[in-house]
């Protein structure tokens, strides 16, 4: 979590069905952007309630675009919560993660990022302290580096 945080986490994936929600009362959400954006559209036409919401977690993908300000905007305007992006490689393993700032994501000191997202990294000081490099968000970069990664993967 970007924020120290106790409380109970719904974690959904593109396939979870969001009716049981509001039961569940969870006081965050980790959703990939999708189910992310979904949920936030549902929740501004009045078909889902989560009054418990007090943090949201976007997960994107290497082959993904980044979390865009009016993707941000739509999910703050739907649950009034603070939004933060993590970055996943294809295995669901966190690469970078973005911090209270809101100034790039901070790089896991143990992830390995492709060398197409290189160009994007931003070393120095960050405002909420951490100094590990920060890649800055540019969807293109993102997806050649996601073809390069599969390209590893598969010997291509």
Do not use: Y
Not at 24 to 46: E, F, M, N, S
Not at 104 to 118: E, K, T
């Amino acid at each position: 979590m970007p924020l120290p945080f106790e409380g109970f986490v719904a974690v959904l994936d593109s396939r979870t069905d969001a009716h049981g929600l509001r039961t569940l009362a969870p006081q965050a959400l980790v959703a990939p952007l999708d189910t992310a954006l979904d949920l936030a559209d549902r929740k501004l036409r009045g078909d889902l309630d989560l009054p418990s919401l007090e943090l949201a977690l976007v997960l994107t993908r290497l082959d993904e675009n980044p979390l865009a300000p009016d993707q941000r905007d739509l999910i703050w305007r739907a649950f009034g919560v603070p939004v933060f992006e993590q970055l996943q490689d294809h295995d669901g393993r966190t690469l970078a993660r973005e911090c209270e700032v809101h100034d790039g994501l901070h790089v896991d000191a143990a992830a390995s990022l492709p060398a197409a997202l290189a160009g994007e990294l931003v070393n120095g000081h960050c405002e909420c302290g951490n100094e590990a490099p920060r890649l800055q968000r540019k969807g293109p970069a993102r997806q050649r580096a996601a073809a390069a990664a599969a390209g590893a993967r598969t010997g291509t």
